[in-house]
Nanobody
């Protein structure tokens, strides 16, 4: 059974940090581009970051550039999103998703398999 398990979400104060994990089972992550997306209440999915399967190149949305870092550990079949200097506007459900290895953008329609999401709340 193909499955993503996201973890690491929670409640954090503004300026704080969280590290999200996306662990895959039933398939090998290193054949896919992996993206992180988020959805705030009443809003569309927003692309956050993605990482390639080949050379580990990365891409970030302007809203998180310099604050978030995506990485992958193929041995653990896991992708991470380190989130620093969190802001209230980062509050959302965060999802990881797998796309074809040729994908290197944050277009939601190019990602075929999605996890269930983990809630991140930034509030004082």
């Amino acid at each position: 059974q193909l499955q993503f398990v996201e973890s690491g979400g929670g409640l954090v104060q503004p300026g704080g940090s969280l590290r999200l994990s996306c662990a895959a089972s039933g398939f090998t992550l290193d054949y896919y581009t992996i993206g992180w997306f988020r959805q705030a209440p009443g809003k569309e999915h927003e692309g956050v970051s993605c990482i390639s399967s080949s050379d580990g190149s990365t891409y970030y949305a302007d809203s998180v550039k310099g604050r978030f870092t995506i990485s992958r550990d193929n041995a653990k079949n896991t992708v991470y999103l380190q989130m620093n200097s969190l802001k209230p506007e980062d509050t959302a459900v965060y999802y990881c998703a797998a796309g074809n290895k040729a994908v290197m953008n944050l277009n939601v329609y190019e990602y075929d398999f999605w996890g269930q999401g983990t809630q991140v709340t930034v509030s004082s």
